[in-house]
T-cell receptor, first 114, second 111 residues
Framework: DTGVSQNPRHKITKRGQNVTFRCDPI?????LYWYRQTLGQGPEFLTY????????KSRLLSDRFSAERPKGSFSTLEIQRTEQGDSAMYLC????????????FGQGTRLTVV | KNQVEQSPQSLIILEGKNCTLQ??????????LRWYKQDTGRGPVSLTI?????NTKSNGRYTATLDADTKQSSLHITASQLSDSASYIC??????????FGKGNQVVVIP
């Protein structure tokens, strides 16, 4: 499968625990995006990388959230001290730098904080 | 305020019928507009992408239109099938490849 891959698909965690999600983009894509989506809403932008550089972060990305893309390939999104409000689908997308190319999404990681 | 507004929020249609979904946006500058289909619990899948100079683009039974002057787009589904039940998300990209998402049109096709 050469699409965007996200792991795990589902994660249930207790409030206060840390969680980490992984995204493997399409191999030649240099842009990688993270989004959060709650039920009935469209995806909300969190952050994006061009190669290994994190170029933009949303104000939604509180200091409990951190994202990395150390070698410009896969990326991780970590949430520290999870809260119930963090329960959502976390989507990763990748694209080429050309502004008119489409972004391909992964299947998402569904986080439930109990 | 969301820069991409979609209507109707949800609709139910009979299998075989047509429907049209609307998207209005205020994103500026404008680079392109995309329609995605998102099945429940899965990531969005691209249907069409249109730049400023394109008015219409089709992908099978899906036809998207774009009026860049009025900043409106529509997605027309022809001869709907049960598998068309999904959320349809309008996404507008600015010149810096930032993506603004609508909340989606929830379509339910019933037999």
């Amino acid at each position: 499968d050469t699409g965007v891959s996200q792991n795990p698909r589902h994660k249930i965690t207790k409030r206060g625990q840390n969680v980490t999600f992984r995204c493997d983009p399409i191999s030649e894509h240099n842009r990688l995006y993270w989004y959060r989506q709650t039920l009935g809403q469209g995806p909300e932008f969190l952050t994006y990388f061009q190669n290994e550089a994190q170029l933009e972060k949303s104000r939604l990305l509180s200091d409990r959230f951190s994202a990395e893309r150390p070698k410009g390939s896969f990326s991780t999104l970590e949430i520290q001290r999870t809260e119930q409000g963090d329960s959502a689908m976390y989507l990763c997308a990748s694209s080429l730098r050309d502004r008119n190319t489409e972004a391909f999404f992964g299947q998402g990681t569904r986080l439930t904080v109990v | 305020k969301n820069q991409v507004e979609q209507s109707p929020q949800s609709l139910i249609i009979l299998e075989g019928k047509n429907c049209t979904l609307q998207c209005n946006y205020t994103v500026s500058p404008f680079s392109n507009l995309r329609w995605y289909k998102q099945d429940t619990g899965r990531g969005p899948v691209s249907l069409t992408i249109m730049t400023f100079s394109e008015n219409t683009k089709s992908n099978g039974r899906y036809t998207a239109t774009l009026d860049a002057d009025t900043k409106q787009s529509s997605l027309h589904i022809t001869a709907s099938q049960l598998s068309d039940s999904a959320s349809y998300i309008c996404v507008v990209s600015d010149g810096n490849n930032r993506l603004a998402f609508g909340k989606g049109n929830q379509v339910v096709v019933i037999p």
